[in-house]
C-alpha cells in the first residue's frame, strides 16, 4: 500500500500540472474538434465516391466512430515518453531520477499518468458521449464495454513499454527526433489509429496480425464496435493482447537492465 | 533595436554565414543526422501509404482523380519544405522566452526576427523536398501535362506564394508563446493543419470552406495554387491572387511575431 501512496504521490502532482495550464487543455479540445471534422469530411467524401454503403465491411458510421475514437485514444495515451526519456538523456537529468528511490520505469510511467487521467476526462469521455449519442445506439451498451476498458488498459501498457523500448534506444544515439518520428509514423499505421485495418491488402493485414502494434488501437475498437460479441472471439483477442504486455515489458526491462552501463553524463 | 536599415545582400551573406556554423555542429552528431533523415523518409513513406490505403480504390474523390489527389499531396509537401528548412527555431522560442534567453538575440544590430530564425537551417527539410518533387513529377505524367516554360514557372511562383502560408501560420502560432505559457499545442496544432491540405476543399462544408479560406488559410497551403496548374479552365480569383495574400499572412504574422517580441521583458534569473 505504501508503495502505491508514493505512486498516486506522482499522478496527482501531475494533475495539478495539466490544470494549470487551461489555455492548453482549451486548445486540445479545440484543436481535437477541428482534427475529427477534416475525418468526417474525408471520409464522408471516400464513401460517397465509392458509391456503396459498405467499403470493406465497415459502413459509414462504423468508421467514423472507430475513427474519432481511435484519435480520442490515441490523444490520451500519447505521452510523448520518448521525447522525456531523450531530453533527460541529453541533458544528464536521467543521473538524478536514476538516484530516485524508485525504478526509473515506474518513475516515468506514474508522473505522466496525471495526465493520463486529466486527457482521459477531458478528452476521452466527451468525445465518447459525443459519438455514443451521434450515432445512436450503433455502439451497444452491455458487456463489450467492460471487454474494451480491460482492452484499453493493456493497450496503454503495451503502448508505454513500447516507447520505453524506443527511448531506450536514445541512449544509445542520442537522437530524439529522428527516432520519435520513426516510431510515431509507423505505430500511427500499422497500429490502426489514421486507417482502420480493415482497409489495408490483405497480405498486408496478415503481416500485421503478428505485430503488437494491433493491440493499441484495433484490439480494443473491434471488441467495442463488435455486437453481441462472441466470448471466444474476446478472450482470443484480449489474451492476445495479454502475451504481449508481457512480453513487451519484459523485452522493456531486460533492455533497459543492459543499456542503462551505457549511460555517459556530460557533467556541467 | 533596429539601429540602421540594411541591404538585402548584407541579410544574404550573413545569413550563409550563421547557418554555415548550424550546419557545421550538427554535423559533428553524423548518428544522429542520419537517424533523423531516416525518420524523414519513414514519416514520408508512411505517409504516402496512408493516402494509397485511403485513395487508390476509387477512380475520384469528389470530381478530384486519383492523380489530382496525388499532385495535390505532393504539392503540400513542397510547400511545406519552406517552413522546415529556415522556420525551424520557432519550436524552440517557447523555451529561449520561458528560460529568459531569448534577452540574448534582443541586443544584435540586425532586424531581430531574422537573425533569430537563420540560427537554425533544417537540412532534413530537403528530404520532403525530394519526395514531394518526386510525387509533383509523378502525377504530372499520368495526367499528362504539358511540359514547358510557363508551366513550370507557374509552378515554381505558385509553390513559393503556397510555402508563405504555411511560414505565416507557423510563425504567428510561435509568436503566441510572447502571450501565452507553454503555447507548445498551438504550435502542434497549426502543424496538424498541414494534414488538411492535401485535400480538394470541395470536400468541405461552406462553413468550413469559408474558415480553410480566409480564417486558416490552410486551402492556399495546395487546393487554390495548384488550381492553376490542374485546371487552368477554372481558376477562381483567389488563386491567381495567392501570392498577394500569402505575402499578406506572412507580413502579419511576422508583425505580430515582432510585436511579441518587443513585449518581451526577460523573465529569466
Known amino acids: 500500500m505504501n508503495r502505491f501512496k508514493k505512486y498516486f504521490a506522482l499522478t496527482r502532482a501531475g494533475i495539478i500540472e495539466c490544470v494549470n495550464y487551461r489555455m492548453a487543455l482549451v486548445v486540445m479540445v479545440f484543436g481535437n474538434l477541428l482534427y475529427l471534422t477534416l475525418i468526417y469530411f474525408v471520409w464522408k467524401a471516400i464513401f460517397a465516391s465509392s458509391g456503396s454503403d ?10 467514423m466512430i472507430y475513427l474519432v475514437l481511435a484519435t480520442a485514444l490515441f490523444n490520451f495515451m500519447e505521452m510523448y515518453i520518448v521525447w522525456e526519456m531523450g531530453r533527460d538523456i541529453q541533458s544528464g537529468k536521467i543521473a538524478l531520477n536514476l538516484l530516485k528511490p524508485m525504478k526509473y520505469k515506474d518513475y516515468l510511467f506514474w508522473s505522466v499518468s496525471g495526465s493520463f487521467v486529466v486527457n482521459f476526462v477531458f478528452t476521452f469521455i466527451p468525445t465518447f458521449l459525443i459519438v455514443m449519442l451521434v450515432t445512436k445506439g ?8 467492460i471487454y474494451f476498458v480491460i482492452a484499453v488498459v493493456l493497450a496503454v501498457i503495451i503502448n508505454y513499454e513500447i516507447d520505453f523500448i524506443i527511448g531506450t534506444v536514445c541512449l544509445y544515439t542520442e537522437s530524439i527526433w529522428g527516432i520519435n518520428v520513426m516510431k510515431q509514423a509507423v505505430v500511427t499505421l500499422l497500429s490502426g489509429a489514421t486507417i482502420p485495418l480493415a482497409f489495408f491488402p490483405e497480405k498486408l493485414r496478415t503481416v500485421i496480425e503478428y505485430l503488437p502494434f494491433r493491440a493499441i488501437y484495433d484490439t480494443p475498437l473491434t471488441i467495442l464496435l463488435s455486437r453481441n460479441p462472441d466470448a471466444g472471439m474476446v478472450a482470443e483477442k484480449l489474451l492476445i493482447s495479454l502475451a504481449w504486455a508481457v512480453v513487451m515489458s519484459l523485452i522493456s526491462h531486460l533492455f533497459w537492465h543492459i543499456s542503462i552501463r551505457q549511460v555517459t553524463v556530460n557533467g556541467g | 533595436m533596429n539601429t540602421k536599415k540594411r541591404g538585402l545582400s548584407f541579410y544574404i551573406k550573413i545569413y550563409f554565414k550563421i547557418i554555415a556554423q548550424d550546419i557545421k555542429s550538427r554535423m559533428s552528431y553524423r548518428a544522429d543526422f542520419i537517424i533523423s533523415t531516416l525518420g524523414m523518409i519513414a514519416t514520408n513513406i508512411v505517409g504516402f ?3 494509397w490505403l485511403m485513395f487508390s480504390k476509387f477512380p475520384s474523390i469528389n470530381g478530384w482523380g486519383y492523380y489530382e489527389m496525388l499532385f495535390l499531396y505532393g504539392f503540400s509537401l513542397v510547400a511545406i519544405t519552406p ?23 534582443c541586443f544584435r544590430p540586425i532586424n531581430l526576427f531574422f537573425y533569430y530564425e537563420s540560427e537554425v537551417f533544417d537540412v532534413k527539410g530537403f528530404g520532403q523536398l525530394f519526395f514531394g518533387l518526386g510525387t509533383i513529377c509523378y502525377a504530372w505524367y499520368h ?4 511540359v514547358n516554360f510557363v508551366m513550370i514557372l507557374k509552378l515554381i511562383v505558385f509553390l513559393l506564394s503556397a510555402s508563405l502560408f504555411m511560414m505565416a501560420m507557423q510563425t504567428a502560432a510561435a509568436a503566441t508563446c510572447f502571450w501565452i505559457e507553454n503555447s507548445f499545442y498551438i504550435l502542434d496544432l497549426s502543424l496538424k493543419l498541414k494534414d488538411y491540405a492535401k485535400y480538394p476543399i470541395t470536400i468541405y462544408n461552406p462553413l468550413f470552406k469559408f474558415i480553410f479560406t480566409f480564417l486558416l488559410p490552410v486551402a492556399f497551403i495546395a487546393y487554390y495554387p495548384s488550381l492553376v496548374i490542374l485546371r487552368p479552365d477554372e481558376v477562381p480569383l483567389l488563386s491567381w491572387l495567392s501570392p498577394v495574400i500569402g505575402g499578406l499572412f506572412f507580413y502579419l504574422s511576422y508583425k505580430m511575431w515582432m510585436r511579441g517580441a518587443s513585449r518581451y521583458d526577460g523573465s529569466g534569473s
Open chain 1, 54 to 63: 459498405v467499403v470493406n465491411g465497415m459502413t459509414f458510421e462504423t468508421t
Open chain 1, 138 to 145: 450503433t455502439i451497444a451498451i452491455g458487456i463489450n464495454l
Open chain 2, 49 to 51: 501509404v496512408a493516402f
Open chain 2, 83 to 105: 517552413t522546415q528548412c529556415l522556420l525551424d527555431n520557432n519550436w524552440n522560442l517557447r523555451r529561449y522566452v520561458y528560460d529568459g534567453d531569448f534577452v540574448k538575440y
Open chain 2, 143 to 146: 495526367l499528362a501535362l504539358p
